[in-house]
């Protein structure tokens, strides 16, 4: 059978991020995807033209419509009254959280009220929460990234996976915090290519795997590849073709 994922989160018109790169992701991995929407946007790669939350009874009745699911993946969720009812909707699987909390251009995807919602209502729900630098300064205080991510797993949170993609570093780094001891370390090149809803991938991707039966670090590691071989495409396609033979 196909594992089921249930993936939470905004619609982008561009189809480069949100539900639309989560569904590519989870049935090319061959996952049967459902969803639940909770904003309708209108993107483009230069920014969010518009936001439009759907009712939280709403997004509450697309999760119970979607049954049993093997994993959920969480993105955008809009307000705090979104996440209230994710909240209590939530069904009984491994939970990836994205936290979406701007988009790729800066728009605010989600205001603080509904952050401080999701901290003290999801973090304990969460399987693992896969914030970007600045979603992981947003999400705690200013301080080493080993203590921000322990005030994370002290509310509930059973791991984190701190991702180095706006790092200035030669490499890409991702690090699995999941223990007491020190992270475990995912390095790879970075690529030529600017993509949006690359967070997206990975998580939904990592979700997959995990309904699939993966432990989590090689759940990530597939997640990873899933992601690298988007970005190999990418860079493919920027590339200009050759100069023809004289």
Same mark, same amino acid.
């Given at each position: ?79 705090? *009254? ?110 030529? *290519? ?53």
């Amino acid at each position: 059978m196909r594992p089921r994922v249930l993936c939470i989160g905004g619609s982008d018109s561009g189809g480069g991020a949100g539900l639309a790169r989560d569904i590519a992701t989870a049935t090319g991995m061959g996952a049967h995807a459902c969803i639940a929407v909770t904003a309708v946007t209108a993107q483009t790669d230069a920014g969010v033209l518009a936001s439009h939350p759907v009712p939280p009874e709403t997004v509450a009745a697309q999760i119970r419509a979607a049954g049993r699911v093997d994993a959920v993946k969480m993105g955008m969720l809009a307000s705090a *009254a979104i996440v209230e009812a994710v909240a209590a909707a939530l069904p009984q699987a491994p939970v990836v959280l994205d936290p979406v909390l701007a988009s790729s251009s800066g728009h605010p995807l989600l205001d603080p009220q509904g952050v401080a919602a999701l901290l003290r209502l999801l973090l304990p729900r969460v399987t693992l929460l896969t914030p970007n630098l600045p979603e992981l300064q947003a999400l705690t205080t200013p301080g080493l990234e080993a203590a921000q991510v322990q005030t994370l797993r002290d509310r509930g949170c059973a791991a984190v996976l701190v991702k180095g993609g706006h790092a200035e570093t030669a490499d890409c780094e991702d690090r699995l915090y999941a223990a007491r001891r020190g992270p475990h370390c995912y390095s790879g090149p970075r690529y030529p *290519a600017s993509l949006r809803g690359t967070g997206c991938t990975l998580a939904s991707a990592i979700a997959v795997a995990l309904a699939r039966g993966e432990p989590l670090p090689r759940a990530i590691g597939t997640a990873r590849d899933v992601l690298r071989a988007r970005f190999t495409e990418a860079a493919s396609v920027d590339k200009p073709p050759p100069n023809p033979d004289p």
